[in-house]
C-alpha cells in the first residue's frame, strides 16, 4: 500500500550547523511531495514542496531534493536556528491520477532540536 | 486573510459518546480535508470534501464521517467513541482545481481526549 516512511526519529544539531532531514518513499506513482513543520500545540506548517518532474528546489534557507530513482526525499536546512526546533514530516500525494484528492499520506516524522 | 479555524479547540467526551468537530476554511478555499494524528499512527488521512462532495475517504471505519456546506465549512463527526479515537484531529483546507494538487493550510488541530 501507499507509504511515506521516516528512519531517523530524532535529529541534534547546533545552531547555525546545516540540517537534513530524510524520508522514503514506497508509492512510485506518487508525484507531489510536501515537507511540513509542526511546532507543539500547532497544526503542521507548509514549507517547501515539489513536483517529480523536478530534483531540486530551494525556498528560503531550506532545499528539498527529490531521488526518484531510489524514491528518497531531503529537507535540507541552511543555518539551523532555534526557531527551526520541531517535527517535520514529509507527505506525498499521487495528482496525475485524479484519485487521491486532497489526501496527504505522511511520514512518521523526525523531531529537530536546535541547541543553541 | 484569516487561517484555518477548527473548533472547539479542546474536548473531553466518554466511550459510548458521539462528537461533532467544525472546521472553518481559509476564505475561497473550496476542498477541506481531514486528518487524525495520533502518536502511534502519525497523521493518517481521514476524507476531503469538496464543494458539498465527499472526494476521498481514508481507511476509517463508519463511525466517522463528514460534510461540507454551501460556504465550504466542515463537519466532521464521530459516533459511539472509542477510547482509540483520542487524537489530534486536524483540518486543511486548499484551493485545487481538478487536479486536486494544492498546498494544503492546516489548522491548529481540535484534541479530542475519549475516557
Known amino acids: 500500500g501507499e507509504s511515506v516512511g521516516l528512519h531517523l526519529p530524532t535529529l541534534s544539531v547546533q545552531e547555525g550547523d546545516n540540517s537534513i532531514i530524510n524520508c522514503a518513499y514506497s508509492?512510485?506513482?506518487?508525484?507531489?511531495f510536501i515537507w511540513y513543520k509542526q511546532e507543539s500545540g500547532k497544526g503542521p506548517q507548509f514549507i517547501i514542496d515539489i513536483r517529480s518532474n523536478m530534483d531540486k528546489r530551494q525556498g528560503q534557507r531550506v532545499t528539498v531534493l527529490l531521488n526518484k530513482t531510489v524514491k528518497h526525499l531531503s529537507l535540507q536546512i541552511a543555518a539551523t536556528q532555534p526557531g527551526d526546533s520541531a517535527v517535520y514530516f514529509c507527505?506525498?500525494?499521487?495528482?496525475?491520477?485524479?484519485?487521491?484528492?486532497?489526501?496527504?499520506?505522511f511520514g512518521q516524522g523526525t523531531i529537530l532540536t536546535v541547541h543553541p | 486573510k484569516a487561517g484555518v479555524t477548527q473548533t472547539p479547540r479542546y474536548l473531553i467526551k466518554t466511550r459510548g459518546q458521539q462528537v461533532t468537530l467544525s472546521c472553518s476554511p481559509i476564505s475561497g478555499h473550496r476542498s477541506v480535508s481531514w486528518y487524525q494524528q495520533t502518536p502511534g499512527q502519525g497523521l493518517q488521512f481521514l476524507f476531503e470534501y469538496f464543494s458539498e462532495t465527499q472526494r476521498n475517504k481514508g481507511n476509517f471505519p463508519g463511525r466517522f464521517s463528514g460534510r461540507q456546506f454551501s460556504n465550504s465549512r466542515s463537519e466532521m463527526n464521530v459516533s459511539t467513541l472509542e477510547l482509540g479515537d483520542s487524537a489530534l484531529y486536524l483540518c486543511?483546507?486548499?484551493?485545487?482545481?481538478?487536479?486536486?494538487?494544492?498546498?494544503?493550510?492546516f489548522g491548529p488541530g481540535t484534541r479530542l481526549t475519549v475516557l
Open positions: 486543511a483546507s486548499s484551493s485545487p482545481g481538478t487536479s486536486g494538487v494544492n498546498e494544503q493550510f
Open positions: 508509492n512510485s506513482a506518487s508525484d507531489y
Open positions: 507527505a506525498e500525494n499521487m495528482a496525475a491520477g485524479g484519485t487521491s484528492y486532497g489526501k496527504l499520506t
